[in-house]
């Protein structure tokens, strides 16, 4: 399944729990953030990573060192010129959002602060 697919069924997701979706494919000078969501005090750099059952890698293994390593500066970015001033935002983490595709449809997996931004 392409990315698009993938990212569409995160941020139905992240709707129906109560996320505030403030954007996606969101640039970050040469750098790019799947999903920016928020809820509460919380804001999210969510990474899309999508699967076939089938796939010899999984989607949260197909994710290397520079990939963190652009997430983490992407997120530090955020919070520097975006949220640091803003008093209702607490924290910005990096979630990692799995979408392995079966037979029965999407399976999505959302792991909280799975990528630490001060890598």
Known sequence: MPG???EDAVAARLLSEG????????RVGKLEVDVLA??????ACVEVRGRRIDALVSAADSIDWQ????LAKAARILW???????ESVRVVRIDLATVTWGPD??????VEGA???AS
Do not use: H, N, Q
């Not at 990939?67 to 652009?70: C, Q, V």
């Open 4 to 6: 698009g697919a993938a």
């Open 19 to 26: 996320w505030l979706l403030l954007g996606r494919r969101v």
């Open 38 to 43: 928020r809820r509460g005090d919380v804001v």
């Open 67 to 70: 990939k963190k390593r652009s």
């Open 80 to 86: 520097s010129r975006r949220f640091a001033r803003d």
């Open 105 to 110: 449809g999407a399976a999505i997996e959302i």
């Open 115 to 117: 990528i630490d931004p």
